[in-house]
């Protein structure tokens, strides 16, 4: 009776290594376990905008295709942005003309010139002399097509008494204003694409290629000027560029590239006014 017991005892201790075992080699082959959490980072805003509860988009200095009316559509699309993901009320108002506006402000620079020219070609008849040719730097151009002829109407949004005004008109607001510039463009050089290639055996696979195309698309550029309707002063500005190319046989509207440029620009224009949160995840290993 006493001899069998130990042989009990063995079987049993082997029956408990074999599970301890096979337990562990279970684990081996699960790997760890990995767990994904969402995170969010929030991102604060480069401009303080709480001593405004308002905010204005008045409307741009705006030039390039005639295809569209960027003016009309950056107002709209701002708008319609800020009413969703800013905590100031948008003020809903005409869209501002702005070209007309400054060129309304330059006509009294202009006949200060006109009457100088005048005097000095008065004097000039008196004295047998030739005048000086009067600068003509400051003439804003009636067509925009390029970013020079922007620069003219910088001083529309120095005119501190001019903005003053209209931020006492609508109750002291954030001023959003500056300038859009979408001009088409086009390209030529070596450009990579992937092609479906069938080798000896028939297998399909894809591979990249190298070829000479030309390819036209559209530039936008804007320039964002935030005015203090308090004091019409300027308080932040940005200028921000994106560019868009398609294949030569793509019809793609001007609108449209618009619309797309404007989803790249519009993110960066609201990190100035409020926090934006960037979403992500964290891998946990257990």
């Not at 529309?156 to 300038?179: C, D, H, M, R, S």
């Not at 619309?259 to 964290?282: A, K, Y």
Request: glycine letters at 6%.
């Amino acid at each position: 009776m006493t001899a069998r017991a130990p042989e009990k005892t063995r079987s049993n201790s082997l029956a408990l290594v074999s599970v301890a075992a096979m337990l562990a080699a279970a684990a081996i082959a699960c790997g760890p376990s990995y767990f994904e959490i969402p995170i969010e980072t929030p991102i604060r805003p480069k401009m303080d905008v709480s001593p405004f509860q308002r905010v204005l988009v008045a409307g741009f200095v705006a030039g390039g295709s005639d295809d569209v009316d960027t003016n009309l559509e950056t107002v709209r699309l701002l708008r319609s942005q800020l009413r969703t993901k800013s905590s100031l009320k948008v003020i809903d108002a005409d869209v501002m003309p702005l070209i007309e506006i400054a060129q309304d402000q330059s006509k009294p620079l202009e006949d200060n010139k006109d009457n100088a020219a005048a005097g000095a070609g008065a004097q000039a008849g008196a004295d047998g002399a030739t005048p000086p040719a009067t600068s003509d730097a400051m003439a804003l151009p009636k067509t925009i097509k390029e970013e020079k002829d922007l620069e003219p109407y910088e001083r529309l949004f120095a005119n501190t008494a001019y903005w003053k005004t209209i931020g006492e008109e609508y109750q002291n607001p954030l001023i959003v204003t500056g300038t859009v510039l979408f001009t088409p463009h086009s390209q030529s050089g070596m450009v990579q694409r992937e092609q479906e290639v069938i080798d000896p055996l028939g297998r399909r696979r894809v591979e990249p290629v190298r070829e000479y195309m030309e390819r036209k698309g559209f530039i936008l550029q804007e320039k964002f000027i935030f005015i203090d309707g308090r004091s019409g002063t300027q308080i932040y500005s940005e200028a921000l560029r994106e560019e868009r190319l398609y294949n030569q046989n793509d019809n793609t509207p001007a609108l449209s590239s618009y619309f797309e440029l404007m989803d790249e620009i519009i993110p960066r224009f609201l990190s100035t006014l409020s926090t934006q949160r960037v979403r992500g995840s964290r891998v946990l290993i257990k």
